[in-house]
C-alpha cells in the first residue's frame, strides 16, 4: 500500500487517559479504548488482519463496546494478559501507520494518535506544516501554503484542511494545486523576508501538494 494521503495535522482518534491516570467518563477513553482505537485507526486505513486477528478484534469490541449509545470512558478488559495484547497490538499497529505515514510525518500516540510532521531540516522531504511551526513568525502564507486538495460532493475541487476550504470552488484539482504552489512561492518570500534562509532553502525538498482521490 501506497503512503497515506495527508489530511490533516493532529489528532486521529478521540484522546484517552493514560495508563495509571483516572477515569473521565463521557469525555476520554480508557487506555484499552485507546488502545482499541488504534487498532481500529490502521484497520480503517488499510492494514490487513488475518482471520485469527480479525476474530480478536471482534471480541475486543464486543468487550469495550458492547453498544453503539455506550458512555466511553468506563470500559476496560477484565483479563490482564488480554489486556497486554491489546496493547502490544496497538504498538505493531503503531508501527503500521508510520511505515505508511506521509514523507515528512509521523504518528505519535500520546492521550491520542497524532499525525506530526518531523523537525528534521536536513531530511529528504521536510513537511511545509514543520517549516512553519519552526518559522516562529506570522507567515500570511501559511495555511494556503499547508493546504491540500480534495473535490467536494458537487465534484467542485478545493483547497483547505480536513474540515475547512480556504481556496474554491476550482474546476480541477490541477486548477486548486496551481492556487497551493503559488502560496508556497509567497511563503518562501516571507521566510526570506524573516530572515529564515535556512527555511527557505527547504523548499525544494517540501512534498508534492497532498491530493485526495475523487
Known sequence: MAALARWHVGAWTTRGTLVGEPFEPGRRRTPDELAFDV????????????????LQVRLWQNELRPTHTR????????DADNAQVLRDTATE???????HAPA????????????????????????????????????????LAAAHVRRSSTGDWYAGDAVCSWSGPHESADAAVAVVRAAREELVDQLRAAGREDLADT????????????
Open 39 to 54: 487498532v481500529g485507526l490502521a484497520r480503517i486505513l488499510g492494514r490487513r488482519l488475518s482471520g485469527r486477528e480479525e
Open 71 to 78: 458512555l466511553c470512558g468506563v470500559h476496560t478488559l477484565a
Open 93 to 99: 499497529a503503531l508501527g503500521w501507520l508510520n511505515e
Open 104 to 143: 515528512g510525518y509521523e504518528f505519535v500516540l500520546t492521550d491520542a494518535v497524532e499525525l506530526r510532521p518531523l523537525a528534521d531540516l536536513d531530511a529528504e522531504v521536510v513537511a511545509v506544516d514543520a517549516v512553519i511551526q519552526l518559522s516562529g513568525v506570522e507567515l500570511p502564507a501559511a495555511r
Open 203 to 214: 523548499a525544494a525538498r517540501w512534498p508534492a501538494v497532498p491530493v485526495e482521490a475523487a
